[in-house]
């Protein structure tokens, strides 16, 4: 993966965006708002906590892995952190963005509306999940993770009413495992100057080769986190 398919991205992001403003146009009643994308949800403090969950919530399983020596860290040839980084900001921004807008954009605001907000969350949780399956490496953990990890984006795009929030929060568990962990991401490889981070342990616990998103450190850490902001703000997830 390198820069040159950073270009399909962004027009997929544009198809979307463009695909979404056009429905909204044939519902009059509907705007920006009704999918959490107007100027409200632009709130830097949920963008942040967004940023903040999604980071904590694959960093922490992460460390811990590497700590118990159930990860380890082998050396890569030499490169530019600086740029494998950036490169990681741009791809898994444009890439969080898309697959907001998709599953949790529209589609979202629709069945929400139509038949309430949990089978919102249970509906586009299985499609994301779904939409997952040809990945390298997927499995029935790594799927169940990547739809537990569709409840918890739901969670917090309801407790932040801020898509934004929830993009940050997909982009930073990506970011996170790619540029600071140089693992692999969604069974996916990305560029790791320097070192990569290699499976030492069972696949059941270090996610093999899904990347530790795939293991039950992970599901632990999402149950976590679903707990926590569910209960915060219980009241503005059920409204």
């Not at 444009?94 to 249970?122: D, Q």
């Not at 390298?136 to 169940?144: K, T, Y």
């Amino acid at each position: 993966m390198s820069f040159d398919s950073i270009p399909g991205v962004l027009i997929g992001v544009v198809a979307v965006t463009l695909a979404t403003f056009a429905m909204l146009k044939t519902e009059k009643e509907l705007g920006w708002s009704s999918l959490y994308l107007d100027r409200v949800s632009l709130d830097p403090r949920k963008i942040s906590l967004g940023f903040f969950v999604g980071a904590l919530g694959i960093g922490i399983p992460s460390a811990l892995l590497l700590v118990s020596r159930e990860l380890g860290v082998r050396t890569t040839p030499p490169g530019s952190w600086v740029n494998a980084a950036s490169f990681d900001v741009v791809f898994f921004l444009l890439a969080a963005a898309m697959e907001e807008l998709v599953v949790r954009g529209y589609l979202f605001s629709l069945i929400r509306r139509r038949w309430g907000w949990k089978v919102a969350v249970v509906g586009t949780s299985l499609l994301f999940g779904a939409l997952h399956l040809l990945n390298p490496g997927a499995d029935l953990l790594s799927m169940v993770n990547v739809t537990l990890a569709g409840i918890f984006l739901a969670i917090v795009l309801l407790k932040t009413k801020s898509l934004y929030a929830a993009i940050a929060a997909h982009f930073a568990w990506n970011w996170t495992m790619a540029a600071i962990f140089h693992t692999v991401v969604s069974g996916a490889s990305i560029p790791a100057p320097n070192y990569a981070t290699v499976d030492n342990g069972p696949d059941w616990l270090t996610g093999g080769r899904w990347g530790p998103e795939g293991g039950v450190g992970a599901t632990v850490a999402m149950l976590v986190l679903i707990f926590f902001l569910y209960k915060q703000r219980r009241g503005r997830v059920e409204s």
